[in-house]
């Protein structure tokens, strides 16, 4: 048996070593690695580097994008997924990652973290809201979120910006 495994391809190999399976490993393992693969080629056209700004998208899509902008300036303090803004503008999670990325520079994720630490800066410095109630009032789930976030996009932390 072993002198006919060797001359088998690694497929035909592992339907062979599990016969009791009815070859249902290997089309499980096909099945698996198409998915990887999959899953690697979308992340991959996700992080591919933007084109500069002057090319701007179609009209219909910006208007789309300016669309997607505005619902995350109205709802910030809201939990909103991409599925969630896709939907308010009729496109497909795909299409609105890329063509946000195009026209703005940033994901709608980027974006949307930078009106809330915006907000948060503003409300920081004019108002005598504690870091609980700015981070609420900005869609972070709680105070440590937000100077989690806050600190990487700033490089200082909530409590020492307002005293600055």
Do not use: W
């Not at 998208?57 to 896709?86: F, H, N």
């Amino acid at each position: 048996m072993d002198e006919q495994l060797s001359t088998l391809t690694p497929d035909l190999r592992l339907g062979a070593v599990a016969p009791s399976t009815g070859g249902s490993v290997a089309a499980e393992l096909a099945e698996l690695v198409a998915e990887l693969v999959a899953e690697l080629v979308y992340l991959s056209v996700l992080t591919l580097p933007t084109e500069p700004m002057a090319d701007r998208p179609l009209p219909q899509e910006d208007s789309r994008i300016q669309a997607a902008a505005a619902m995350m300036r109205a709802r910030l303090a809201d939990p909103i997924g991409l599925s969630d803004i896709a939907a308010e503008v009729n496109l497909s999670v795909f299409h609105l990652v890329r063509v946000f990325k195009k026209a703005t520079g940033m994901t709608p994720y980027q974006y949307l973290t930078h009106l809330r630490i915006e907000e948060a800066k503003q409300l920081l410095r004019h108002t005598g809201l504690t870091i609980g109630q700015v981070a609420l009032r900005c869609g972070f789930a709680s105070p440590g979120a937000l100077s989690t976030a806050f600190l990487r996009h700033t490089g200082t932390r909530p409590s020492v910006y307002r005293s600055s």
